[in-house]
T-cell receptor, first 113, second 109 residues
């Protein structure tokens, strides 16, 4: 079945540091890939997505590129801020018509001033 | 624009009690979902409804029932709560990506 593996946290960075959160996946067909972010006390929000190989999703300074050859969708940001402190989830859905999303276990990011 | 609204936000139950978690969306989405979130486990799908009138089991359906009351509303029922059901429950709806409510924090003692 489908699965998503994320780097385990927590990750603690200083403000303005470079961020990478690794995500790899196993899926049938041609999945769409997502990053969601969860701020304390809230539900998850879509951060970015990519629907086919070599697509790059981007939003709020975050980027991730769909790499079919390495089955990866790593999240990056060049300069993190304290306000980026949250839990980040990688997820996939296996192609058109699939109703189920599979989530990774989440990576908690703390950014300190 | 409220998005996905869940009630209640917090609930404490005793073992064996029953309750229904309510969820409504105002985005005219066909698909709706119930997830539970536990520390170190990520999100696990309990039930989903691909469209009005249909429901299907997800990864962890045991101990739960659902009702897709109409296109807007999708409720989750615990008939006889157990301590293992202590969790944070999220409802979501979907067009191309999921839109989540803010969750219900349930404690079963």
């Amino acid at each position: 079945g489908d699965s998503v593996t994320q780097m385990e946290g927590p990750v603690t960075l200083s403000e303005e540091a470079f961020l990478t959160i690794n995500c790899t996946y196993t899926a049938t067909g041609y999945p769409s890939l997502f990053w969601y972010v969860q701020y304390p006390g809230e539900g998850l929000q879509l951060l970015l997505k990519a629907t086919k190989a070599d697509d790059k999703g981007s939003n709020k300074g975050f980027e991730a590129t769909y790499r079919k050859e390495t089955t990866s969708f790593h999240l990056e940001k060049g300069s993190v801020q304290v306000s980026d402190s949250a839990v980040y989830f990688c997820a996939l859905t296996s192609g058109a018509g699939s109703y189920q999303l599979t989530f990774g276990k989440g990576t908690k990011l703390s950014v300190i001033p | 624009n409220a998005g996905v609204t869940q009630t209640p936000k917090f609930q404490v139950l005793k073992t064996g009690q029953s309750m229904t978690l309510q969820c409504a969306q105002d985005m005219n989405h066909n698909s709706m979902y119930w997830y539970r979130q536990d520390p170190g486990m990520g999100l696990r799908l309990i039930y989903y409804s691909a469209s009005e009138g249909t429901t299907d089991k997800g990864e962890v359906p045991n101990g739960y029932n659902v009702s897709r009351l109409n296109k807007r509303e999708f409720s989750l029922r615990l008939e006889s709560a157990a301590p293992s059901q202590t969790s944070v429950y999220f409802c979501a709806s979907r067009l191309t990506s999921l839109h989540f409510g803010n969750g219900t924090r349930l404690t079963v003692t």
